[in-house]
């Protein structure tokens, strides 16, 4: 419960310091992980209500919601290869999620697509094992037709 208290505090913070005064300037703002991640991580994978987690997420993003959310996915054993091995080249290596069990990660994984599921206009499912090059275009693709529609 603390972990998702202290990513709620961070992501309220967050919004008001990075995130609103951007948006008054009206600039296009890409964000890696947002409420989705709490519901996925401390919601599925740790357990926590998901009613309890999806309030705490209004509260600290005043309302604040993407427009558009890539869900990078790929099966849960070669995520979690992908990012030990990261951890390796990366001196200032955060691995608390990555010393959990392959269980842990499933579940992270089955919340992460039911949230696509439920929302499959914002949140876009990219399969990752199609390599980098086809994960750009396909999300270059989705932006394009976002900001096409948003009169940029």
């Known amino acids: 419960m603390n972990e998702l208290f202290l990513y709620e505090a961070a992501r309220a913070q967050h919004i008001q310091e990075v995130i609103q005064p951007l948006l008054r300037k009206k600039v296009v703002i890409l964000c890696d992980r947002f409420s989705d991640a709490s519901v996925a991580y401390q919601g599925y994978g740790r357990g926590i209500s998901l009613r ?5 997420n209004r509260i600290a993003a005043g309302g ?15 995520g979690l290869k992908r990012a030990l091995k990261r951890n390796l080249r990366n001196a200032n290596k955060e691995d608390r999620f ?18 696509a599921q439920k ?34």
């Open 64 to 78: 604040i919601k993407p427009h558009l959310t890539f869900l990078l996915d790929c099966p849960s054993n070669t």
């Open 52 to 56: 309890w987690v999806e309030q705490l």
């Open 119 to 152: 929302a499959p206009s914002r949140i876009k499912v990219i399969d990752t094992r199609h390599g980098e090059g086809m994960v750009f275009q396909e999300m270059r693709q989705h932006i394009d037709q976002l900001l096409r529609r948003k009169g940029y």
């Open 98 to 115: 990555e010393r959990e069990k392959i269980q842990f990660h499933d579940r992270v994984r089955r919340g992460y697509l039911f949230l």
